[in-house]
Nanobody
């Protein structure tokens, strides 16, 4: 079982920046995508950004402000968040999914979440 460990959350003023990181505990051959989701107070979890071997995908609410990137092995994923707004306040979760050719099983792993709080 792969563990995803997030870091980089915290408290920041509106207009500020944070960089989230997520590292998988082991390298898996067969990762299709990595991404970031978030869940704000009283809200459902939503996709923020995802990245495969091609172009990244962003929620409309973060386009132009957030940038997702990854290492070549799809083992680590980052989320650079600029021009943060109070509505970005949420717990941010890392996600990794694909097919593990070692165990011959599909997987869809989640991190434990990291809190991002943006004050006005």
């Amino acid at each position: 079982q792969v563990q995803l460990v997030e870091s980089g959350g915290g408290l920041v003023q509106a207009g500020g920046s944070l960089r989230l990181s997520c590292a998988a505990s082991k390298r898996i051959i067969g990762v299709d995508a990595m991404g970031w989701h978030r869940q704000g107070p009283g809200k459902q979890r939503e996709l923020v950004a995802s990245i495969t071997g091609g172009s990244p995908n962003y929620a409309d609410s973060v386009k132009g402000r957030f940038t997702i990137s990854r290492d070549s092995a799809m083992n680590t994923v980052y989320l650079q968040m600029n021009s943060l707004k109070p509505e970005d306040t949420a717990v941010y979760y890392c996600n990794q999914r694909g097919f593990d050719y070692g165990s011959r099983k599909s997987f869809n792993s989640w991190g434990q979440g990291t809190q991002v709080t943006v004050s006005s």
